[in-house]
């Protein structure tokens, strides 16, 4: 199993332009999270999906946008990027741990290093 | 949202037990208690989740007091590969998501 994957691993964007990013889970899990990373910050959660259909804003939804376009696929739009959204942004998924849904075990990809100039 | 405390750093020593603990005074009743390492460049790792008292897995141990105020990751006998920032997260196993908030963590530095 690859786990979750995201591409692409680095872009590097002008301000005003759009970008997806893609993030693809093979575990079989309901629920999708989009995080962003500052240097020397945790992560900040921008939005999730709790399952296939919904979405929902988490922490810092400003300037993006999500589709949940099947159980295994969860993208993120910028649709006019801006510098402070330069950031590494990780995707991560979760589900069931001994049959409880469990929000608090997130699988995480390895990120996308966005810098916006 | 109950909000957790860590150390921003930690340094120690090849061979010696690490404990990191973690200050969550308004945990709820309802919440579960969580740690993640995360590596450079890397996304975090679920490391061990507890309720109370005392949590061990392959690879960490986390001591959780009565009142549940606080909590303690536990890493024996570190090397030179557990350098990494781990974080405590305080959140419902089955609630909303946006309630697991992420701090700055502390960054655990292990010497030779």
């Known amino acids: 199993n690859a786990g979750v994957t995201q591409t692409p691993k680095f872009q590097v964007l002008k301000t005003g332009q759009s970008m997806t990013l893609q993030c693809a889970q093979d575990m079989n899990h309901n629920s999708m999270y989009w995080y962003r990373q500052d240097p020397g910050m945790g992560l900040r959660l921008i939005y999730y999906s709790a399952s296939e259909g919904t979405t929902d804003k988490g922490e810092v939804p400003n300037g993006y946008n999500v589709s949940r376009l099947n159980k295994r696929e969860f993208s993120l739009r910028l649709e006019s990027a801006a510098p402070s959204q330069t950031s590494v942004y990780f995707c991560?998924?979760?589900?069931?741990?001994?049959?409880?849904?469990?929000?608090?075990?997130?699988?995480f990809g390895p990120g996308t290093r966005l810098t916006v100039l | 949202l109950a909000k957790t405390t860590q150390p921003i750093s930690m340094d120690s020593y090849e061979g010696q037990e690490v404990n990191i603990t973690c200050s969550h005074n308004?945990?709820?009743?309802?919440?579960?208690i969580t740690w993640y390492q995360q590596f450079p460049s890397q996304g975090p790792r679920f490391i061990i989740q507890?309720?109370?008292t005392k949590v061990t897995n392959e690879v960490a141990s986390l001591f959780i007091p009565a009142d549940r105020k606080s909590s303690t990751l536990s890493l024996p006998r570190v090397s030179l590969s557990d350098t990494a920032v781990y974080y405590c997260l305080v959140g419902a196993a089955g609630g909303a998501t946006n309630k697991l908030i992420f701090g700055t963590g502390t960054l655990l530095a292990v010497q030779p």
């Open positions: 991560a998924s979760s589900g069931y741990r001994d049959l409880i849904l469990s929000y608090n075990e997130q699988f």
């Open positions: 507890g309720y109370k």
């Open positions: 308004n945990i709820a009743t309802n919440d579960y």
